[in-house]
């Protein structure tokens, strides 16, 4: 299947073998400048109180892999109906303006230092894109304002998730069901991703370790009241009462166990395979005084009828399901 470029062009540079197709006229202020650098890394970040979770490759002087090339039509395409806010994308001496021309109030301006990016975006999309910016092929110099910006226009920015990137999808998709979900891959798959560190993990949770989604009651909720709101209204949804014993598939961290026997009194037995979130989970039962209702279980919940021989009254699984 081939790509046909849109019948408007406009005059951007293009790589000396000339294979590659123009993007195309997307806004009449998109222009192309002279080199503009920007720091590969935003050294004020350092100055903030909040923690860098992750440090830039660039940030200590790493030479960028450069290479020619001009803007991918595809994601000017994209990028050409950008509002509210103005994009700066440079690549060695192009410079390719979205949005609003001149000062607008949300901007950001991103620089690309390896073409293996566009790679990267095309067939993998904004998570490709991701995986590129932590791999130092990009950079920006204020990545909150480039989040932001990118948020509030979600829907251009869905068409970096094109059929190339839902193609590689689908090929990851149909090799991840050949693989299956024995037991031995299911704890390399948990291990990969919740075995990464619980000081990781706490850098972004709430003082519970409460992974999953939060339920916001208010706008004035800090993220610990809308996870603790969460955990109260799936134990209100179960009914618990102090003679209930429930089953949980999935520990996490262990927050949902220990709000339902702590505030409803109900037994609970949870279960997990991560040995990280195993260790944090028992730890923090011994520290609440509840070794007596909360057994914190190392099993796959395809085991749990020869593990656990009795039966439970109810039974929950919060966000693990996608991963059964």
Not at 119 to 134: D, K, M, N, S
Not at 153 to 178: F, P, Q, Y
Not at 202 to 220: I, K, N
Request: hydrophobic share 40%.
């Amino acid at each position: 299947m081939s790509l046909r470029p849109p019948r408007r062009l406009a005059a951007f540079p293009l790589p000396q073998n000339g294979s590659r197709r123009p993007p195309p006229t997307v806004k009449p202020w998109l222009s192309v400048a002279g080199d503009d650098r920007t720091l590969p890394y935003n050294r004020s970040m350092a100055n903030r109180e909040s923690t860098i979770l992750h440090r830039h490759p660039l940030a200590d002087g790493a030479a960028p892999r450069r290479r020619g090339g001009g803007l991918p039509w595809p994601v000017a395409r994209a990028l050409g109906s950008f509002a509210g806010g103005r994009l700066d994308v440079i690549e060695g001496a192009s410079r390719h303006t979205f949005g609003e021309p001149g000062s607008a109030p949300l901007a950001a301006r991103v620089e690309i230092h390896d073409r293996r990016t566009w790679r990267a975006l095309l067939l993998g999309g904004t998570i490709g894109a991701a995986e590129a910016y932590a791999e130092g092929w990009w950079s920006a110099d204020d990545l909150t304002s480039l989040i932001r910006l990118v948020v509030r226009n979600e829907r251009a920015a869905a068409g970096l998730d094109g059929r190339l990137s839902r193609a590689a999808l689908a090929l990851h998709t149909a090799l991840h069901r050949l693989r299956g979900n024995r037991r031995l891959q299911s704890r390399r798959n948990v291990s990969a991703h919740y075995d990464l560190g619980n000081d990781f993990f706490a850098h972004f949770l709430d003082s519970s370790m409460t992974y999953s989604c939060a339920v916001f009651p208010s706008r004035a909720c800090t993220l610990e009241e809308a996870s603790r709101h969460k955990l109260d209204l799936i134990c209100r949804r179960l009914n618990l009462s102090p003679a209930d014993d429930l089953l949980e598939i999935g520990t996490g961290w262990g927050s949902l166990a220990l709000h339902a026997a702590s505030r409803y009194g109900c037994r609970v037995t949870t279960t997990t395979i991560s040995a990280e979130q195993y260790r944090h989970a028992r730890a923090a039962v011994s520290r609440a005084g509840l070794e007596g209702r909360v057994t914190v279980l190392d099993a796959d919940y395809r085991d749990l009828p020869r593990v656990v021989r009795r039966r439970f009254d109810k039974l929950v699984s919060v966000e693990m399901i996608e991963a059964v």
